[in-house]
Protein backbone atom coordinates (compact mmCIF):
# COMPACT_ATOMS: atom_id res chain seq x y z
CA UNK A 1 0.00 0.00 0.00
CA UNK A 2 2.89 2.88 1.16
CA UNK A 3 4.70 2.24 -2.62
CA UNK A 4 1.15 2.62 -4.15
CA UNK A 5 0.83 5.52 -2.27
CA UNK A 6 4.49 6.85 -3.41
CA UNK A 7 3.74 6.35 -6.65
CA UNK A 8 0.36 8.30 -7.19
CA UNK A 9 1.77 11.50 -5.59
CA UNK A 10 4.06 12.01 -9.12
CA UNK A 11 1.66 9.39 -11.52
CA UNK A 12 -2.01 9.61 -12.78
CA UNK A 13 -4.45 7.09 -10.26
CA UNK A 14 -5.85 5.08 -13.10
CA UNK A 15 -2.24 4.44 -14.05
CA UNK A 16 -0.76 3.44 -10.71
CA UNK A 17 -4.18 1.15 -10.09
CA UNK A 18 -3.13 -0.32 -13.73
CA UNK A 19 0.16 -1.49 -12.79
CA UNK A 20 0.21 -2.39 -9.13
CA UNK A 21 -3.48 -4.04 -9.77
CA UNK A 22 -2.06 -6.98 -11.47
CA UNK A 23 1.00 -7.50 -8.99
CA UNK A 24 -1.66 -7.46 -6.26
CA UNK A 25 -3.61 -10.06 -7.03
CA UNK A 26 -0.73 -12.66 -8.04
CA UNK A 27 0.39 -11.97 -4.46
CA UNK A 28 -2.95 -12.41 -3.37
CA UNK A 29 -3.32 -15.89 -4.52
CA UNK A 30 0.50 -16.52 -3.87
CA UNK A 31 -0.54 -15.66 0.11
CA UNK A 32 -4.14 -17.29 -0.36
CA UNK A 33 -5.94 -14.59 0.65
CA UNK A 34 -9.20 -12.78 -0.72
CA UNK A 35 -7.90 -10.84 -4.21
CA UNK A 36 -10.93 -8.44 -4.07
CA UNK A 37 -9.24 -7.15 -0.91
CA UNK A 38 -6.20 -6.84 -1.99
CA UNK A 39 -7.74 -4.89 -5.11
CA UNK A 40 -9.78 -2.64 -2.91
CA UNK A 41 -6.17 -1.55 -0.78
CA UNK A 42 -4.75 -0.62 -4.57
CA UNK A 43 -8.15 1.17 -5.19
CA UNK A 44 -7.98 3.32 -2.02
CA UNK A 45 -4.39 3.95 -2.17
CA UNK A 46 -4.33 5.75 -5.65
CA UNK A 47 -6.70 8.05 -4.11
CA UNK A 48 -4.14 9.80 -1.61
CA UNK A 49 -2.82 12.01 -3.73
CA UNK A 50 -2.08 15.12 -1.21
CA UNK A 51 1.56 15.39 -1.15
CA UNK A 52 1.91 17.00 -4.28
CA UNK A 53 0.04 18.89 -6.60
CA UNK A 54 0.93 16.40 -9.50
CA UNK A 55 -0.67 13.44 -7.86
CA UNK A 56 -4.84 14.76 -8.87
CA UNK A 57 -5.46 17.15 -11.51
CA UNK A 58 -7.69 18.87 -8.95
CA UNK A 59 -4.55 19.58 -7.09
CA UNK A 60 -3.25 21.55 -9.57
CA UNK A 61 -6.50 23.70 -11.09
CA UNK A 62 -6.77 24.94 -6.95
CA UNK A 63 -3.19 26.09 -6.95
CA UNK A 64 -3.73 29.49 -8.74
CA UNK A 65 -7.42 30.35 -7.64
CA UNK A 66 -6.19 29.24 -4.11
CA UNK A 67 -2.41 30.63 -4.14
CA UNK A 68 -1.81 27.64 -2.94
CA UNK A 69 2.17 26.81 -3.22
CA UNK A 70 3.96 23.28 -3.37
CA UNK A 71 5.18 23.97 0.66
CA UNK A 72 1.14 24.17 1.61
CA UNK A 73 1.32 20.13 -0.38
CA UNK A 74 3.87 19.31 1.46
CA UNK A 75 3.00 20.50 4.78
CA UNK A 76 -0.56 19.11 4.97
CA UNK A 77 -0.33 16.18 2.86
CA UNK A 78 2.04 14.07 4.58
CA UNK A 79 -0.04 13.96 8.06
CA UNK A 80 -3.27 13.40 6.09
CA UNK A 81 -2.13 10.74 3.83
CA UNK A 82 -0.92 8.97 7.17
CA UNK A 83 -4.21 9.42 8.92
CA UNK A 84 -5.83 8.04 5.67
CA UNK A 85 -3.55 5.04 5.67
CA UNK A 86 -4.21 4.01 9.13
CA UNK A 87 -7.91 4.87 8.58
CA UNK A 88 -8.25 2.24 5.45
CA UNK A 89 -5.21 -0.53 7.27
CA UNK A 90 -8.27 -1.09 10.15
CA UNK A 91 -11.33 -0.14 8.13
CA UNK A 92 -10.45 -2.35 5.14
CA UNK A 93 -10.33 -6.04 6.67
CA UNK A 94 -14.13 -5.06 8.16
CA UNK A 95 -15.44 -4.56 4.71
CA UNK A 96 -13.82 -6.82 2.42
CA UNK A 97 -11.45 -9.36 5.08
CA UNK A 98 -8.53 -10.83 3.67
CA UNK A 99 -10.17 -14.51 3.92
CA UNK A 100 -11.23 -15.83 0.81
CA UNK A 101 -15.14 -16.04 0.69
CA UNK A 102 -14.54 -19.24 -1.48
CA UNK A 103 -12.42 -22.16 -0.81
CA UNK A 104 -10.67 -24.55 -3.77
CA UNK A 105 -13.05 -27.21 -3.54
CA UNK A 106 -15.81 -26.07 -1.27
CA UNK A 107 -18.84 -27.40 -2.25
CA UNK A 108 -20.51 -24.99 -4.84
CA UNK A 109 -23.73 -22.74 -3.61
CA UNK A 110 -26.95 -24.27 -5.45
CA UNK A 111 -27.92 -22.19 -8.33
CA UNK A 112 -30.71 -19.18 -7.81
CA UNK A 113 -34.32 -20.27 -9.59
CA UNK A 114 -34.38 -17.86 -12.52
CA UNK A 115 -36.99 -15.26 -11.48
CA UNK A 116 -40.14 -14.40 -13.96
CA UNK A 117 -39.98 -11.36 -15.83
CA UNK A 118 -41.28 -8.32 -14.15
CA UNK A 119 -43.69 -7.68 -16.22
CA UNK A 120 -45.14 -10.80 -15.63
CA UNK A 121 -45.45 -10.29 -11.74
CA UNK A 122 -47.31 -7.30 -12.16
CA UNK A 123 -51.36 -7.81 -10.91
CA UNK A 124 -53.75 -6.81 -13.71
CA UNK A 125 -57.28 -5.52 -12.74
Known amino acids: ?59 ILMMGPGEYRRRDFLRVGPPLTLLLIAVVLVMLPVRWPLTPRWRPG ?14 SRLRRS
Not at 107 to 119: E, G, L, T, V
Open 1 to 59: MGFTVLLSQAMKGAAVSAVMAPIAMQGAQQLGVDPQAMAMGIALATSMAFVTPLGHPVN
Open 106 to 119: ARPSPPMRPRAPFA
